[in-house]
């Protein structure tokens, strides 16, 4: 592109003093403007991350931690650590543990995965989407993983139900994007497997939490409201693969709306105060040719509420299961519509039926 350019004119009498004062404005205007600040745009104005905040590292005999609100979806490190206490209470995007020994470790809500590399004699309290180990010895995890979780190379591997509560956690699942709900902890699949041998096991029943993962003991951490009380968990204590009780069980599937959990968590509550055991839970989407397939002759009645959202459904065990869930049932959810079983006979494979379905669904 051309430019033009005028010959310079002679300025007229009197006008030298006029074009020395507008080149002095000028300059204070030049001046002025360069003080003014740079453009601000939303990517400048982020906080800067620095990983060591969010890394554990070489540490020995140390009780160490993070706070509700510090570690905020961030990814997180922890690695060569021997007799440590580490707990983090926020939940995060993944997380990985490497080269640790002799520690005890608890992991708020994890978004994605967790993933435990060469470490051995270690007590862990674990909330993931996918849990995995790979060349570990002699862990012992509570764990709540909405997918199955798989163990590689590893051996004296032991599993229980995540059981834990303070009062910032449950938030903390949903910002992780994870259900109360979904908790695959005893369904394990071993990438390795040996002859004759079995890598993994279940914690015993009546195990402890306090006893493999103390509370901290920093003044720090000591903030945090925890308690393990099984009937506060945030997390509800099923039996999963345990042998059950009675050849009878029973489903109940509570429709979305404003206290699907709250039922649910009600209902669990009656059951399990009459002595009936939870089994398993689990949250999913359905459409109306999969209430057809599990609630089949009754499906009509409950397909309009599954545009709602996904449904909870929950299987109870003991004799008496099914008499017991209708009877709580008409007295205390007499206003919400809720699938039961209508008999020992059928129970059975409404439970079969449910449960496939959503094994399908989530992809395990």
Request: contains cysteine; hydrophobic residues 35%; aromatic residues 10%.
């Amino acid at each position: 592109m051309g430019c033009f350019f005028s010959r310079r004119r002679k300025p007229a009498q009197g006008g030298q003093q006029q074009q020395q004062q507008a080149a002095a404005g000028g300059a204070g205007q030049d001046a002025a403007a360069g003080e003014e600040k740079a453009p601000q745009y939303s990517w400048d104005q982020r906080a800067k991350i620095d990983p060591k905040d969010y890394t554990f590292s070489g540490l020995k005999d140390e009780t160490v931690g993070r706070l509700p609100g510090k570690v905020a979806g961030q990814q997180f490190v922890i690695q060569d650590c021997e007799n440590c206490s580490i707990y983090i209470f926020d939940h995060s995007a993944t997380i990985t543990i490497d080269d640790c020994v002799n520690c005890q470790i608890f992991l708020g809500p994890i978004k994605g995965s967790v993933f435990f590399r060469d470490c051995k004699d270690c007590k862990c309290i674990v909330a993931c989407q996918q849990f995995r180990t790979r060349d570990c010895r002699k862990l012992e995890v509570f764990l709540c993983c909405a997918t199955q979780p798989i163990i590689e190379s590893s051996t004296g591997m032991k599993f229980g139900c995540f059981q834990y509560y303070y009062p910032e956690l449950a938030l903390q699942f949903k910002d992780a994007g994870l259900s109360i709900f979904n908790n695959t902890w005893s369904n394990i699949h071993d990438f390795t497997p040996v002859s004759g041998e079995n890598n993994w096991g279940l914690l015993p029943e009546n195990a402890v939490v306090q006893d493999y993962v103390p509370l901290p003991s920093s003044e720090e951490l000591k903030a945090v409201r925890i308690s393990t009380d099984a009937a506060r968990s945030i997390i509800p204590i099923t039996r999963g693969r345990r042998q059950k009780s009675s050849d009878e069980s029973c489903l109940a599937v509570f429709f979305a709306g404003d206290y699907t959990t709250a039922n649910a968590r009600k209902l669990i509550d009656e059951m399990t105060g009459k002595g009936f055991q939870l089994v398993q839970t689990k949250e999913v989407l359905m459409k109306a040719e999969d209430a057809h397939r599990v609630f089949q002759q009754c499906a009509s009645e409950f397909i309009p509420l599954l545009d709602k959202g996904p449904v909870v459904a929950l299987e109870f065990n003991g004799d008496g299961a099914v008499k017991g869930c209708r009877s709580i049932i008409n007295d205390v959810f007499s206003g919400t519509k809720v699938f039961v079983s209508e008999s020992k006979a059928s129970a059975a494979q409404d439970v079969d039926n449910f449960y496939n379905f959503a094994d399908m669904q989530m992809g395990m």
